[in-house]
Every structure is written in C-alpha cells, then in structure tokens.
C-alpha cells in the first residue's frame, strides 16, 4: 500500500523560483528519503532525514519532518531548468525488515 | 562504479511467453527490491529480499516470480505475463535499514 503521498502531482515555475513539494505519510517511520526521476530513468537518492531531525539541507535542497503530522516537504531554492524531473517521496518503516515505500510523486517542470 | 544493472531496457512480448528480468548490484547489498511503475500509481512494491535465499511478496506480487541464489542477483520472472504487466519495471539495493536506495536503469516491458 501507498505510504506516502506528494503534493501537489504537478507544479510548473520559472528559473530563480522556488519549488516546494509535500509529503504525508500514515505509519510511524524511521527515516523518510526523496528520491528524483528523470523522463522514464531510474530513481536517484537526494536526501534522507530521520525520525528525530526535523530539518537537513543538502545544496539547493532543505528538507523539513514533522512527525506529529506525518509530513515533509522538500524545498529546492534557485531552481534551473535541470532541475525538471519528477520527485518522490520515500518511508522507511520501523518494522523487522526494512522496505521502502513510495509516494506517486510530484512532477516539477521548471522553465527557462 | 557502485551500480544496479538491469537487462534488457526494453522488451517487447507476447501474452503467455515465459520472461525473466536480470538484476544485479556490485555493492554487497543485503536488501534488493523490484518495482513497478505505471502512469498514476508511483512506484509499487512487487517483491523484495533481505538476503540470499530469502524473499517475500510487496504490495503487487500477483503474476511473478523472484529468486535470490547469489547475493549479487535478483531476476524478475514472469512466467506467463499478461497485457496489464506492461510497465515500467526497477530494481533496488540497499544496505540494511536505514540508507539510501540504489535504482537500476529500469525495464520497459510490453506485453502485447
């Protein structure tokens, strides 16, 4: 079953622009990762951030956690056109076996 | 190279022949994983591994197969695939929990 779920599904900005996706999430997680895709390609790891952050950065990208709401968001500062790809969301449940779980993603288009 | 290779990128079958989808990682990983991607749905969990010789169905393991005989590999079997198969497959490895997840190329596979 879907953990969790990003929005919005589709979000179009200019370059310089910001982007802000969110995640939400229904079980209690260890660590919560967001993952990009490119057109059709594999996905490649961005960020992760566990249970007891509530905030980590990694260049462009600052990526909040609030369990109590079962969420995240992911911000991409001074987007470029490179940067056009589709985001997803990625629980890892405290369970005895460790599997990833997927969002449907966010399609981000950011346009010269 | 730390890398998940999966063969072949593309294929195209008909109903009923038996296929199998290679996967294999060169990082030692315990943890390997298949996914299905279809338009509106993300990415579902078909089955995954914790180690050689043990394995256990995702969200979506109805219609396929999978074996762990070496710790590298990770073939997808469809023994006798369907049209509503046709979808975009990926293999993962991971360290155990806690980690990120390394994604092959993927799979685009046609069921016709």
């Known amino acids: 079953s879907q953990q969790g779920e990003e929005d919005p599904q589709a979000l179009s900005i200019q370059e310089g622009e910001n982007a802000t996706m969110n995640c939400s999430y229904k079980t209690s997680i260890n660590n919560l990762q967001w993952y990009r895709q490119n057109s059709g390609r594999g996905l490649v790891h961005l960020i992760l951030i566990r249970s007891n952050e509530r905030e980590k950065h990694s260049g462009r990208l600052r990526v909040t956690l609030d369990t109590s709401k079962k969420s995240s968001s992911l911000l991409i500062t001074a987007s470029r056109a490179a940067d056009t790809a589709s985001y997803f969301c990625?629980?890892?449940?405290?369970?005895?076996?460790?599997?990833?779980?997927f969002g449907k993603g966010t399609m981000l288009l950011v346009s010269p | 190279e730390a890398q998940v290779t999966q063969n072949p990128r593309y294929l195209i079958t008909v109903t009923g022949k038996k296929l199998t989808v290679t996967c294999s990682q060169n990082?030692?990983?315990?943890?390997m994983s298949w996914y299905r991607q279809d338009p509106g749905l993300g990415l579902r969990q078909i089955y995954y591994?914790?180690?050689?010789?043990?394995?256990d169905k995702g969200d979506v393991p109805e219609g396929y197969k999978v074996s762990r005989k070496e710790k590298r590999n990770f073939p997808l079997i469809l023994e006798s695939p369907s049209p509503n198969q046709t979808s975009l497959y990926f293999c993962?490895?991971?360290?155990?929990?806690?980690?990120?997840?390394?994604f092959g190329q993927g799979t685009r596979l046609t069921v016709v």
């Open positions: 990625a629980t890892d449940r405290p369970s005895g076996y460790s599997t990833l779980t």
């Open positions: 993962a490895s991971r360290s155990p929990s806690g980690t990120e997840a390394f």
């Open positions: 591994s914790m180690n050689v010789e043990v394995t």
């Open positions: 990082m030692n990983h315990e943890y």
